[in-house]
């Protein structure tokens, strides 16, 4: 009958084993007696206690990467720098640095004498307007009945279509400071106009204050909407023939690289910088993943360039003892016992989490391998 070697866990050991862990550190998997060193038998509880897992061999996509550094960006679309068409002093003046605004809000308002001019000549124009607009349409009739000369219809054309051009640039300086002409009257002139918000977003940086006086060239404030954040990276040129639109590109804060986000690249550029680099731009999978990021920054990035798929087993599957890789076959399972068979393979390509096994024509369609846990085992 042949003999089996068992493996306990050190509570399962004698007391004067158990006070010698007990000194030492945490629990492990002892093998009492061997007699074939590749043949290892397991109890449930010694399963279980330990965590361990089977897993099949699948199959899984390598990929060969290209490591590059960038930043976070905002395309042109998303940044707007707010001044005004007509200078004024600014009265009244409260956002902050970060604040979020709302697509036309009223971010602040501006004082100029000019405003009460140019609605005083609007409303002018539009009095004039009214009866020009009657006498011309009067001469249209008249001549049209051969009442009326050329001339006097020329004229009551010629001064309306000129009053009517007038009144319409009015309208459209009015419209350029945010006074409506719509229900404009004399007992509503104001000095006062109001500053709204092009887009939605943060306020980006602040350049002037209550009190200031804004000339018509002057940038008050810039708003950034991060709905489109993207991603600028620079690649040598050595690298850049194996760039290709659509790659898949997964990248992180260099002090927080657990947190990964995942984007695809949308766009290479076609010239290669003085630093012998070419910009890309990458598109985030997740848009909304963009509000954990902030313009600026700094970025490491992994490209995608080259994948294949291969049969693999998860990467804490393979053990290697002395330059040897090993894995944990279960032979067969009986009751609350496992059998497991110590097996060299080969293997190859690798990533974080699978390990290619170049050696799988030697196991069975189905074979279960221990894909966690087989660390305490092997030595």
Do not use: W
């Not at 539009?126 to 020009?132: C, D, E, I, P, R």
């Not at 051969?146 to 009144?167: D, H, M, R, V, W």
């Not at 640039?169 to 006074?179: C, D, E, P």
């Not at 350049?207 to 990276?233: F, R, W």
């Amino acid at each position: 009958m042949k003999n089996y070697s068992y493996l306990f866990l050190n509570l399962a050991l004698s007391t004067a084993m158990f006070s010698a862990c007990q000194s030492g550190k945490e629990q492990s998997i002892e093998i009492l007696a061997e007699r074939d060193t590749n043949e290892i038998i397991l109890t449930q509880a010694q399963f279980d206690k330990a965590e361990m897992t089977l897993d099949p061999l699948s199959e899984h996509i390598f990929s060969d990467f290209i490591l590059t550094t960038g930043m976070v960006n905002i395309p042109a679309e998303g940044r707007f720098d707010v001044s005004s068409y007509f200078g004024g002093n600014i009265i009244r003046f409260d956002l902050l640095i970060g604040q979020k605004v709302q697509k036309g809000q009223v971010l602040f308002t501006i004082e100029n004498p000019e405003f009460v001019q140019m609605q005083q000549d609007y409303l002018d124009a539009m009095s004039q307007l009214a009866y020009l607009k009657s006498d011309y349409e009067r001469q249209k009739t008249l001549i049209a009945e051969n009442i009326s000369s050329q001339k006097s219809f020329g004229k009551a054309e010629s001064e309306y279509k000129s009053t009517l051009a007038i009144t319409e640039s009015l309208r459209k300086k009015l419209q350029l400071v945010n006074i409506s002409t719509s229900d404009l009257d004399p007992a509503k002139i104001t000095s006062k106009a109001n500053i709204y918000a092009p887009i939605s977003g943060y306020i980006e940086s602040i350049k002037v204050n209550q009190g200031t006086y804004l000339n018509p060239s002057d940038i008050a404030l810039t708003i950034i909407n991060k709905d489109h954040l993207h991603i600028e990276l620079n690649v040598f040129e050595q690298d850049a023939i194996a760039l290709e639109i659509g790659q898949a590109v997964t990248f992180y804060l260099p002090d927080n690289k657990s947190r990964e986000f995942k984007g695809k690249i949308f766009l290479i550029g076609q010239s290669i910088n003085e630093k012998r680099m070419l910009n890309i731009h990458v598109h985030l999978d997740n848009e909304k993943e963009g509000n954990l990021l902030v313009p600026g920054m700094f970025i490491e990035a992994k490209i995608g360039v080259k994948s294949s798929k291969n049969t693999a087993l998860p990467i804490s599957s393979v053990i290697n003892s002395n330059d040897v890789n090993y894995v944990l076959v279960l032979t067969k399972k009986e009751e609350d016992l496992y059998y497991l068979k110590k097996t060299k393979v080969d293997i190859g390509l690798q990533d974080e989490e699978m390990v290619e096994i170049l050696s799988e024509k030697d196991f069975a369609t189905g074979t279960l391998f221990l894909s966690k846990g087989g660390f305490q085992l092997i030595k």
